[in-house]
Each structure stands twice: as structure tokens, then as C-alpha cells.
């Protein structure tokens, strides 16, 4: 008897109200690997965004991080599939999906759309914007890094005015043909929770949309972060004019963002479909941290007011409050951006398909669905941007100021 | 017309980078795939020369028939033997095996009360019930017979 009245017992208390006996025993099978797998490829999104405001809106104040951000975008990039393959148990199969995809398969066409995005986009651009500095550098570069670069330049050496002018166009060409296709990158992801229709967490057309303009918030949070950052490694001082547009960017995104997902909750009040008191219990209680404290309260309402405030006064902000302002609302957007990813991935799993029960989860630490592999995967991007700035953002030639401030000039 | 030169090498590495797919596919997409459907239609051959796991009621006829007997006669005439006993293929074989212990946990298994049980199942709170030791008063093979 023993036996199994202990599992009656232990698994009690894991649950509350009616929740059907398969998902009694059972803890979310989707864990922190899956909440951070949107968070990079959001960022990377939204990176790549944010430097298409330079390139297609030709936004001049942007220029100095026009290059941090893709780079950004490469480095997240690269890793966005890592939570996935570690989350499936079996990485070594992984090239399965791509040999036989089926067209019905959204993981299948993400292959698909992961390919397109790297390859043809962001590596493509990044390569006709480098193109020129890799002949340059190839030619005074020494050793194994002189070697990287004249690999990179694929053996083209030409320089001559009409090739340049073709680098420009071709450049334009890939970041309009790129914003479609950062949206579907990220778009895809929200496409598979909300297509999810048993689940009235995640059964939501709005889905997609949520998820790319978060995407974007916490991109161009990322970049802001990351130029601050690299600024105050390099002992530069930071482009006040391109801050400012950054942080005016992020307000209004943030800002579209905040609404389209206030109006998600009123909609879902609204209607009150047949989930909508599980859904309550969830915001009052399994998720009152995350949700309230951490995606609205910090991570939007917080941010909108600083950063609201910085365009009300503007000039009259000095500039070191302005730069710790900005700086605080980026890394606090970033965080808000991962807890809505929580929400997203977790709260979808903390309630009975009975819709009148709940169940809890303890995070695990090690083990292969634990948090230490997650924040392992999270601190990979930042050392692969590293070794991409040392290589092509070298001190002298990059994040030189846009020409209208004077006495940013010592910068270049 | 002539290409210029750098998107002459793009196109050069992109016809590789392509090439190489088709390539990994055509080696690496096994050989019966999409015989019968969207797998290897070897993988059918593969499964059903996997070893049974359970031998099934039949097979216990041959030593217990009184038990299927008097199992065929009560409530619990639906369940299977191995339901209760566990995995008994060994043992039906070479009786010297012997099952693992079936003891009274198995019994709440199915009827401890829980709301998404059907209510056509019995079921009863085990802690107001008469006593935990189920055997005592129900026989398994005939539950509501008592010893």
C-alpha cells in the first residue's frame, strides 16, 4: 500500500482543485530552455530591426550602432537554436528535419526560415557592408586574422567606385527583403503558441504579433545596452544624438507594444471564454511575480516612465542622468522582455485542461531541462559578440559619432 | 552580360552551400523513406520484430483457468491479468519466474476517488473506507466476494 498512497500523497500538494490524474504527477515539460529559446531569437529580431532603420528609413542618427547591431543580431543568432537542441534529447538528429521536411511541420519550415534568415540575410548583408573593410584589413592585417579576412573577402578585391555603389544597393536590397523576413523568423514563434488551440493561454491569434513587437522592444534594448557597454569598455564617450534616437525608438515601440498586449487582456476579459477564471487565478497567483511585477511592472510601466520623460524634457535631462536613464530602462525592458517569455512558456502549462485546477512547478538547477544550462546558453551570444567586435569593430574606425556634435569628436 | 565579381562568388558559394544540401540529402534520407508515407518504411519491419512485451490472457489459461474462470465471473471480468500483476511473459514461460507481487496498492490504483474518474467506476476514499488492507475482506479475482 505503501507505495502508492505515498504517491497519492506526494502529489497532492503539487495541484490544486480539479486537474485530470495524467497531469497530477506531471511538472511542465517545457521548461526554461523553451523560455529562452523566443528570448534570443527576439533579440535578434529585433536587432536586426533596429539596424534596418539605418539602412531602409536611413535613420543618420542611428549609424554609430548600425554595425553593433547586426553583429548583435549574428552573434544571438547563432545560438538561437541551441536552446532547442538541447531541450530535445537528441541534438545528433537534429539534421533529420531538414532532410525529410514536411510542409505541415512548423518546426520543419523553421529550419527553413532559420536558414534563410542567417544565410541569405543577415550574413549576406553583413557581408557587402564588410566587404570593403575586408579588403582594407586584408591587406594590413597580419598572421590569422589577416588570413580570416582575406578568406572573408572570397577573393574579391575589387574596390573600384562602381562595385562599391553595387554594395550600397545590394545592402538596401537585403535589409527591406530582411524586415519581412525577420518578422516571419519571429512571427513563426508566436505562430506556434497561438496555433496551440486547446490552450487558452496560448490559443490567441494576436499571438504573433505580441511576439514581434516585443521582439523589437527588447532588440533595441539589447543594442542600447551592448553600445553603452562597449563605450564604457573602450573608454569612448557615448553619441549622445544616437542614444537619444535609440531611446525615442524604444519608447515607441514599447509603448505600441504595452498597448497591442493591454488590449490582448481587455479583449480576453471581454470575451471571457470558457477559460477566463483560470486564466485569473493564474494572473493573481501562480504568475502574480512575473507577470505583474516583472513584464508590467518593471519591464513596461517603469521604462515608459522613464523613457517618456526623457522625451517630455529632453535636453533638460543632463546627459549623465539621460545616459543611466536610458541605460536602466534598457536592461529592465530586457528583463520584462524574459519574463513575458516565462509567462508565455510557463503559464501555458501551470493549469488543468480541466480549466478548474492548477498545478505548480519547481525549477530544476542541473540535469538537462535545468536552469543552469539555460543561463549557460544565455551567456554564449555575449562571448561570441565579443570575439565579432574584436574582429571587425576595430577601436579607431567604428562607433564614431554622426558628424552634428562637436564635442563628441575625440570619439573617432 | 557579365556578372560583376562579388556576386559572382556569391552566386559560386551559394550554388555550393545549395549543392551540398541536395547532396546531404541524397545520402542521408534513408533509403525506404516515403515508401508507405511520410517515414522509412522500414521502420514498420523494424517494430514488428520487436519482442512482445506481454503475453495476454490466453496465455495464462493454460496453468490458471480456474482464476480466468472465476475472473470471468465478477466485477473485474473486463481487466487483464497482467493489469494488476505486471509484465508476466517470462513467467509464462518457465512458471519458475515468478510475477512481481501483486499487493492491495494496486487496487487504488483504479479506485481511489478522484473527480475525472468516470463516475461509473467504484470508487471510495481509502481513509474512510473499511480498512487499507483491501484483501482482506475482497477477493481481486472476485471483488465483491469476500475470503
Known sequence: ?412 | MKLPPQILRLVLVAMAIVGSYLIARAVLTPPTFGEYGWYRGAALNLIASREPVFAGKQACDECHSDILHNLAKDAHKTLSCEGCHGVSREHSNNPDILPVKATGSHCIRCHEANLARPVWLKQIIVKDHYGPKCTECHLPHQPTKSP
Request: glycine share 6%; aromatic share 12%; net charge neutral.
Open chain 1, 1 to 412: 500500500m505503501n507505495e502508492v498512497t505515498n504517491i497519492v500523497v506526494e502529489a497532492l500538494p503539487q495541484v490544486q482543485g480539479y486537474v485530470y490524474p495524467n497531469e497530477a504527477g506531471l511538472h511542465p515539460v517545457w521548461s526554461t530552455l523553451i523560455v529562452i529559446y523566443p528570448y534570443i531569437t527576439g533579440l535578434v529580431a529585433g536587432a536586426f530591426i533596429m539596424a534596418s532603420l539605418v539602412r531602409v528609413f536611413n535613420v543618420k542618427a542611428l549609424a554609430p550602432v548600425y554595425r553593433l547591431s547586426m553583429l548583435t543580431a549574428l552573434a544571438f543568432l547563432l545560438c538561437a537554436t541551441l536552446p532547442l537542441l538541447c531541450h530535445l534529447g537528441h541534438p545528433e538528429r537534429c539534421y533529420e528535419i531538414m532532410m525529410t521536411p514536411h510542409m505541415t511541420s512548423p518546426m520543419a519550415i523553421f529550419g527553413f526560415v532559420y536558414a534563410w534568415y542567417l544565410m541569405a540575410v543577415l550574413l549576406l548583408e553583413l557581408w557587402f557592408d564588410f566587404r570593403q573593410d575586408f579588403v582594407k584589413w586584408s591587406k594590413t592585417t597580419p598572421g590569422f586574422q589577416g588570413l580570416i579576412y582575406r578568406v572573408l573577402t572570397l577573393g574579391v578585391t575589387d574596390l573600384s567606385e562602381k562595385s562599391v555603389r553595387l554594395d550600397m544597393k545590394m545592402e538596401w536590397i537585403l535589409s527591406i527583403v530582411g524586415i519581412p523576413s525577420a518578422f516571419l523568423l519571429h512571427g513563426y514563434v508566436g505562430f506556434i503558441f497561438g496555433s496551440i488551440k486547446a490552450n487558452p493561454w496560448w490559443g490567441n491569434v494576436l499571438m504573433p504579433i505580441m511576439f514581434i513587437l516585443s521582439a523589437i522592444v527588447s532588440g533595441i534594448a539589447l543594442c542600447v545596452f551592448n553600445y553603452i557597454v562597449l563605450t564604457w569598455i573602450r573608454r569612448k564617450t557615448v553619441d549622445m544624438r544616437c542614444l537619444d534616437t535609440m531611446a525615442m525608438f524604444l519608447f515607441y515601440a514599447l509603448l505600441v507594444d504595452a498597448v497591442v498586449e493591454t488590449l490582448d487582456v481587455l479583449h480576453r476579459g471581454f470575451a471571457a471564454e470558457e477559460g477566463f477564471a483560470v486564466l485569473q487565478t493564474m494572473i493573481r497567483e501562480k504568475l502574480f511575480y512575473t507577470l505583474n511585477i516583472g513584464q508590467v511592472l518593471v519591464g513596461t510601466l517603469l521604462p515608459l516612465l522613464m523613457l517618456g520623460l526623457l522625451q517630455l524634457l529632453r535636453r533638460r535631462v543632463p546627459e549623465a542622468a539621460r545616459r543611466t536613464m536610458i541605460f536602466c530602462s534598457g536592461a529592465m525592458i530586457m528583463f520584462g522582455v524574459l519574463m513575458m517569455r516565462w509567462n508565455v512558456v510557463m503559464g501555458g502549462q501551470f493549469f488543468s485542461k480541466s480549466f478548474r485546477g492548477v498545478m505548480s512547478y519547481k525549477m530544476e538547477f542541473a540535469g538537462q531541462e535545468g536552469w543552469l544550462i539555460s543561463v549557460a546558453i544565455l551567456c554564449l551570444p555575449p562571448i561570441i559578440l565579443t570575439v565579432l567586435v574584436k574582429l571587425f569593430l576595430s577601436e579607431s574606425e567604428h562607433l564614431k559619432p554622426s558628424e552634428h556634435l562637436p564635442e563628441t569628436g575625440a570619439n573617432s
